[in-house]
């Protein structure tokens, strides 16, 4: 910028020089020198004006669809069977609790080999009904010969049924407890266990 006004001042200078070997008046100097000087002043100091690059316009992302994947639990049934409902509300789908003892309650004395039988009421508290595939089958302690019932009728939620199952008291005297809990189709065991507790006298 500077090299160009140091040109710019040195040309004006010899033009006046050139102007006044004659005599001097204002109509001596030619006017397109004052236009040519007054556009050279012009494109020097008139300001550039930026101009503003656009930027690329950026892709808006496309959302990554999500998948909600959650286990299933695992009961353990085919899928075929009317029993292998969903579980619903949280609620386990099978799932048994003890009403109460409708023979022998806890405590009753028996005598060696006497034969008795035991009755429970059991509720189905699952989500699900119960039906032949389900049964009442020894859990641990004293089994005095006793054998797995199956359900007789469907046992539907929110009801509740009674099993009874022949046994044997020992022959030794003692007190003798054993524990029974309901299983599905695949002999998996499920809900609260019951007991029987006798005394052998």
């Known amino acids: 910028m500077k ?4 040109s710019l001042i040195l040309l004006l200078g010899l033009l006046l020089s050139a102007c006044t070997s004659q005599t001097p008046t204002s109509t001596q100097i030619p006017e397109g020198v004052y236009t040519v000087v007054a556009q050279t002043l012009t494109a020097l100091y008139t300001p550039v004006t930026a101009t503003a690059t ?3 316009a950026t892709e808006t992302p496309t959302p990554t669809p999500t998948f909600d994947i959650t286990p299933s ?9 009317p029993a292998s409902a969903a579980t619903t509300s949280g609620q386990q789908c099978y799932d048994a609790v003890f009403a109460n003892d409708v023979t022998v309650p806890d405590g009753t004395i028996m005598s060696p080999g006497q034969i008795f039988t035991k009755t429970w ?4 508290t699952g989500s699900c009904d119960w039906d032949e595939i389900f049964a009442l089958k020894f859990y641990s302690g004293d089994k005095m010969d006793g054998h797995r019932t199956v359900v007789s009728n469907v046992v539907k939620a929110g009801k509740t049924t009674s099993f009874s199952i022949t046994m044997s008291a020992p022959t030794t005297p ?11 189709n695949a002999n998996i ?4 266990r019951v007991s029987v507790k006798i005394i052998v006298q």
């Open 174 to 184: 003692g007190t003798y407890i054993g524990y029974w809990r309901m299983v599905n």
């Open 3 to 6: 090299l160009k006004t140091i």
């Open 121 to 124: 009421a059991i509720k189905n």
């Open 189 to 192: 065991n499920f809900g609260e």
């Open 73 to 81: 639990l695992s009961t353990g049934l085919t899928p075929t069977s």
């Open 54 to 56: 656009p930027l690329p």
